[in-house]
């Protein structure tokens, strides 16, 4: 079974830019969607952005104009541009991907902001 994993997460000063990716155990194809959600601790996982295969993006209103999701290539499939971070920012970033048969979910990366 497909395994996905972030990268690029860490502790990072507000304002600052962090790109997280989402490496993918071995390729996938015939993706119909993929996102990012993130969850601080004691709340729900909420979703950051979402683009699917024909490269319709959405995004949760607090992070649109920072943020920016991209797709990839079949082993890392989907990235996250993350610009001006905010300490509201921090939690645990989590990747998925909808194919017509499965849908994944990474383990997820710490994202940190604070000075």
């Known amino acids: 079974q497909v395994q996905l994993v972030e990268s690029g997460g860490g502790l990072v000063q507000p304002g600052g830019s962090l790109r997280l990716s989402c490496i993918a155990s071995?390729?996938?194809?015939?993706?119909?969607?993929m996102g990012w959600y993130r969850q601080a601790p004691g709340k729900q996982r909420d979703l950051v952005a979402t683009?699917?295969?024909?490269?319709?993006?959405n995004y949760a209103d607090s992070v649109k104009g920072r943020f920016t999701i991209s797709r990839g290539n079949p082993k890392t499939p989907v990235y996250l541009q993350m610009n001006s971070l905010k300490p509201e920012d921090s939690a645990v970033y989590y990747c998925n991907v909808e194919t017509p048969v499965y849908f994944y979910w990474g383990q997820g990366t710490q994202v940190t902001v604070s000075s």
């Open positions: 071995e390729s996938i194809f015939s993706i119909n969607s």
């Open positions: 683009i699917t295969s024909d490269g319709s993006t």
